[in-house]
Each structure stands twice: as structure tokens, then as C-alpha cells.
């Protein structure tokens, strides 16, 4: 679609709680938007995922750790090439450990490769959440359409390993 296709959560009561979307693998928090590169600036690949209302906006995942150690989770971040402007942030969790991306958007759809390492220990039968989620209500320069961070490209990958 030349505006993006809205996923939503599906809880008006609890924001936090999530649904089972489209995106194999990944479940909705609040309300996103899927981008094709056809229409919109998708830093890799044929789509991307905008987060665009801030009660939270986001998608979450559960992984189960089957090794334990170092382990990088790298992805694309940027905007849509939609005038979106300002500050924008993505909060990234697994589990109880949390980082925070900002990057300053003047909407013309430039993204950059972000990266986190962090040391897997979780118990192999834990199921770990791994989320990409903002708080943010941001708008494009006429202040008529919501609009966020594109995510894209999440990729997770052992650095080292020693068995559980």
C-alpha cells in the first residue's frame, strides 16, 4: 500500500499485551506500520516495520537460548523517507536487560546498522523476550500523520558458546 498497512495489537485494555502478527515470528505491541520499499525508504530488502504510536509501539519476539554465551543482535535502524522529523528512539529488551538507540530524523530516509552484545545464561526450557518497542508519538513535518523509527534486518548471532 502507498500508506503503509497498520498491524494493532488487539488490547485496548493493556498496551503491553501483545498479538501474533503477520511477520513470522515477531508479535505486535500497540500499533506498527508495514513499509514496502516500493513506497517508502526499507533499508534492506522489500519491507520493514515503522513504529508509530507511543503507548508503547512495538514488536517482541521469544527465543530460547539452547548454549550459553556471548551473543550479537544486530539490526537496521532509520526512517521512511515520510517527513518524519525529530528525535526518534527505540528501546531494544531482552529479557531484563535494556539499550536505547536515538537518531535525529529530517525524514528522508536515512538509516544506520546498530548493535548490541550481551551474554547469554538463560536456563535452555526459559523462553527470553527480544523486543523493539518506543514511547515516542512522533509526526511528520505537517503534524497530520503519526510516524516513527523503521526497524529491519534483526539478525542474532553467537559470538562464543559453552554448553548449559
Avoid at 516495520?49 to 550479537?72: A, D, M, Q, R
Avoid at 530524523?105 to 518506543?134: D, H, L, M
Avoid at 523503521?150 to 553467537?158: A, K, M, N, P
Amino acid at each position: 500500500s502507498s500508506e503503509g498497512i497498520l498491524l494493532e495489537a488487539n488490547s485496548k485494555d493493556d498496551p503491553y499485551n501483545s498479538v501474533q502478527s503477520p511477520l513470522q515470528q515477531w508479535n505486535i505491541l500497540g500499533i506498527v506500520k508495514y513499509i514496502d520499499s516500493k513506497h517508502f525508504a526499507v533499508p534492506r530488502g522489500r519491507g520493514a516495520i515503522e513504529l508509530i504510536s507511543g503507548s508503547p509501539s512495538g514488536i517482541v519476539t521469544n527465543i530460547y537460548f539452547l548454549i550459553h554465551g556471548k551473543v550479537t543482535l544486530d539490526f537496521i535502524m532509520g526512517d521512511a523517507n515520510d517527513s518524519c522529523v525529530g528525535d526518534l528512539t527505540v528501546y531494544v529488551q531482552v529479557k531484563d536487560m535494556i539499550w536505547n538507540f536515538t537518531t535525529r530524523s529530517i525524514g528522508v530516509g536515512s538509516s544506520e546498522r546498530q548493535s548490541i552484545i550481551f551474554k547469554a545464561e538463560f536456563s535452555n526450557t526459559e523462553s527470553v523476550p527480544i523486543s523493539f518497542y518506543t514511547f515516542n508519538e512522533t509526526r511528520t513535518s505537517d503534524k497530520r500523520v503519526l510516524c516513527g523509527p523503521v526497524i529491519d534486518s534483526t539478525r542474532l548471532q553467537f559470538l562464543s558458546s559453552s554448553r548449559s
